[in-house]
């Protein structure tokens, strides 16, 4: 498996912006999409955004309206713009690569290749 490196993760006030980052050496082979996840502590994972290799992006509603998902196939980068930043915003983020069946499926058992994480904390 590819490793996906994850980065840009850190500590921010109620209302800041971080802009996280997921390297790779190549494109996760067999692989159709990449996602970004969270998870808090006590919580369950969520999916965050997925970005399939087509370019179709889907946020999950938590998302939509502060943060921002690219990916630059050339470069073997994900990045995901985070504005407004919230308290419950606080978790690690990792990075995914898997197989869906439906672009932008975003259920974490289809994920297979995962980063270490990187953490957020929003502070209020």
């Known amino acids: 498996q590819v490793p996906l490196i994850e980065s840009g993760g850190g500590s921010v006030q109620s209302g800041g912006s971080l802009k996280l980052s997921c390297t790779f050496s190549?494109?996760?082979?067999?692989?159709?999409?990449m996602a970004w996840f969270r998870q808090a502590p006590g919580k369950a994972r969520e999916g965050v955004v997925a970005?399939?290799?087509?370019?179709?992006?889907n946020y999950a509603d938590l998302a939509k309206g502060r943060f921002t998902a690219s990916q630059d196939r050339a470069k073997n980068l994900f990045e995901m713009r985070m504005n407004d930043l919230k308290p419950e915003d606080t978790a690690m983020y990792y990075c995914?690569?898997?197989?869906?069946?439906?672009?932008?499926?975003?259920?974490?058992?289809?994920?297979?290749?995962w980063g270490q994480g990187t953490q957020v904390t929003v502070s209020s």
């Open positions: 190549e494109y996760p082979a067999n692989r159709n999409s």
């Open positions: 970005i399939y290799r087509s370019g179709l992006i």
């Open positions: 995914a690569a898997g197989i869906v069946n439906t672009p932008g499926d975003l259920r974490a058992f289809l994920y297979d290749t």
